[in-house]
């Protein structure tokens, strides 16, 4: 299995901040990154796919880059319905999977 | 607006069986591959399995193959996971998601305890 692995795993941050997440793939997964948002109690919220692409209705402040193996999620601007827990998840081999979780707090 | 709901989650002794429902509304169900995604408590996401529009299972991890197996009605938007021999690892919120390589909408869950 391809292994994902998310740094850090917390931060803090006060409302207007820029934030970035990285994640690291154990081999290549070329552009197959995508980024969930989430909070306990919550469905879980796909922010960005295909490492850079925007879902529909996400703001413009989550930016996603990389390809490989390394890739990251910034926040461009902190708000306060940001704060939540960030996974990363390859869909380039199977089965898909996931990064250990960043928990972004407020600072 | 797309809405996926999770139920036929509770508490299950070691062993037992449960079935998980998860009713999408919002969408064409029927064109759609589905997946289940569980989170024990404190750990990460966990892939689960994912079944094609027509009904092909694309994936079981080995924690689980040969002990749950997925469905769907598509006359009922409809979405299963039968559960069986559970074991008390299989602790967890289970998330059914729209689509194969990644879930572009999710359900809130539903907790399946497994405990003596």
């Known amino acids: ?59 413009s402040r989550f930016i996603g880059s990389g390809f490989g193996t390394d890739f990251k999620l910034t926040i461009t601007s902190v708000q306060p319905e940001d704060f939540a827990t960030y996974y990363c998840q390859q869909s ?4 898909p999977t996931f990064g250990q979780g960043t928990k972004v707090d407020i600072k | 607006e797309v809405q996926l709901v999770e139920s036929g989650g509770g508490l299950v002794q070691p062993g037992g069986s449960l079935r998980l429902s998860c009713a999408a509304s919002g969408f064409s169900f029927s064109d759609y591959s589905m997946s289940w995604i569980r989170q024990a408590p404190g750990k990460g996401l966990e892939w689960v399995s994912t079944l094609t529009n027509r009904g092909y299972s694309t994936y079981y991890p080995d924690s689980v193959k040969g002990r749950f197996s997925m469905s769907r009605d598509n006359s009922k938007n409809t979405l299963y996971l039968q559960m069986s021999s559970l074991r008390p690892e299989d602790t967890a919120i289970y998330y059914c998601a ?19």
């Not at chain 1, 740094?7 to 995508?34: E, F, K, W, Y």
Request: charged share 15%; aromatic share 8%; hydrophobic share 30%.
């Open chain 1, 1 to 59: 299995d391809i292994q994902m692995t998310q740094s850090p795993s917390s931060l803090s941050a006060s409302v207007g901040d820029r934030v970035t997440i990285t994640c690291r793939a154990s081999q290549s997964i070329d552009r197959s990154l995508n980024w969930y948002h989430h909070k306990p109690g919550k469905a879980p919220k796909l922010l960005i796919y295909a490492a850079s692409t925007l879902q529909s209705g996400v703001p």
């Open chain 1, 92 to 95: 380039y081999g199977t089965p």
């Open chain 2, 98 to 116: 729209k689509g194969r390589d990644y879930g572009d909408y999710w359900g809130p869950g539903t907790l399946v305890t497994v405990s003596s």
